[in-house]
T-cell receptor, first 116, second 111 residues
Framework: DTEVTQTPKHLVMGMTNKKSLKCEQH?????MYWYKQKAKKPPELMFV???????INESVPSRFSPECPNSSLLNLHLHALQPEDSALYLC???????????????FGSGTQLSVL | DAKTTQPPSMDCAEGRAANLPCNHS???????VYWYRQIHSQGPQYIIH???NNETNEMASLIITEDRKSSTLILPHATLRDTAVYYC????????????FGTGTRLTIIP
C-alpha cells in the first residue's frame, strides 16, 4: 500500500465554521506533512511532523491547527478561516532514516477547500 | 530565493523523448537534484533524484552536468499521461531540510 488518503476531497465552509481535514497512510512512514497550494502556484510547506512531534511550522496562522494523533494519522483543524485560505491542501508522508526525513515524499490527492 | 530555474512551459510530441532542463547554478556540494511532477487534480509524485552521477529508473533518466550547474530530466517515450507540471528541486539530505517547490515546467504532450 503506497497510498496517502485524504478526506474529504472537497470542503466548503463559512468563516465561522470549524472543520477538520484528515490524512492517513499505512506505509509505516514516521514523517508527515501539510502543504498548501493556491491555483496555478507550487505547493507551499505548512507543517512537518516527525515521530508524531511537530518539527517544522512555517509561521502558519493559528487558525490552522495540526494534530498527529498516531503514526498513521494527520489532521488539520480549521477555525475562523478567511476566503484567501481557499486552496488545495496536500498531505504527504515519508520515511525517517537515522532521524532525518527522507527525500521521497508520497502525496495524497488533496482536499480542495473553499471558504465563503 | 529560487535555487532552480526552469522554462515555464514546453510541448512534446507523443512517443518522442521529452527533455526538461533545469538550471541550478548555485548548487552546493551536498545538495541533491530532485524531480517531482504534478498531474492535474493530483498531488505531486516523486520521479527521480541524483547527486552527480546520471540516474535512471522506470520512469525517467536524470542527466547532471559535470559542473552540476544544470540537469535534464528525460522521459524517453512521452505519453499523454505525462502531461503535468514538472518540478526541479535542490535539497541536501541532511537534517530535516524542507522540500521547497519552485514554479516548475508545464509539459504538454501533443497527440
Amino acid at each position: 500500500d503506497t497510498e496517502v488518503t485524504q478526506t474529504p476531497k472537497h470542503l466548503v465552509m463559512g468563516m465561522t465554521n470549524k472543520k477538520s481535514l484528515k490524512c492517513e497512510q499505512h506505509m509505516g512512514h514516521r514523517a508527515m506533512y501539510w502543504y498548501k497550494q493556491k491555483a496555478k502556484k507550487p505547493p507551499e510547506l505548512m507543517f512537518v511532523y516527525s515521530y508524531e512531534k511537530l518539527s517544522i511550522n512555517e509561521s502558519v496562522p493559528s487558525r490552522f491547527s495540526p494534530e498527529c494523533p498516531n503514526s498513521s494519522l494527520l489532521n488539520l483543524h480549521l477555525h475562523a478561516l478567511q476566503p484567501e485560505d481557499s486552496a488545495l491542501y496536500l498531505c504527504a508522508s515519508s520515511q525517517v532514516n537515522m532521524g532525518f526525513t527522507n527525500e521521497k515524499l508520497f502525496f495524497g490527492s488533496g482536499t480542495q477547500l473553499s471558504v465563503l | 530565493d529560487a535555487k532552480t530555474t526552469q522554462p515555464p512551459s514546453m510541448d512534446c510530441a507523443e512517443g518522442r523523448a521529452a527533455n526538461l532542463p533545469c538550471n541550478h547554478s548555485t548548487i552546493s556540494g551536498n545538495e541533491y537534484v530532485y524531480w517531482y511532477r504534478q498531474i492535474h487534480s493530483q498531488g505531486p509524485q516523486y520521479i527521480i533524484h541524483g547527486l552527480k552521477n546520471n540516474e535512471t529508473n522506470e520512469m525517467a533518466s536524470l542527466i547532471i552536468t559535470e559542473d552540476r550547474k544544470s540537469s535534464t530530466l528525460i522521459l524517453p517515450h512521452a505519453t499523454l499521461r505525462d502531461t503535468a507540471v514538472y518540478y526541479c528541486i535542490v535539497r541536501t539530505n541532511f537534517g530535516n531540510e524542507k522540500l521547497t517547490f519552485g514554479t516548475g515546467t508545464r509539459l504538454t504532450i501533443i497527440p
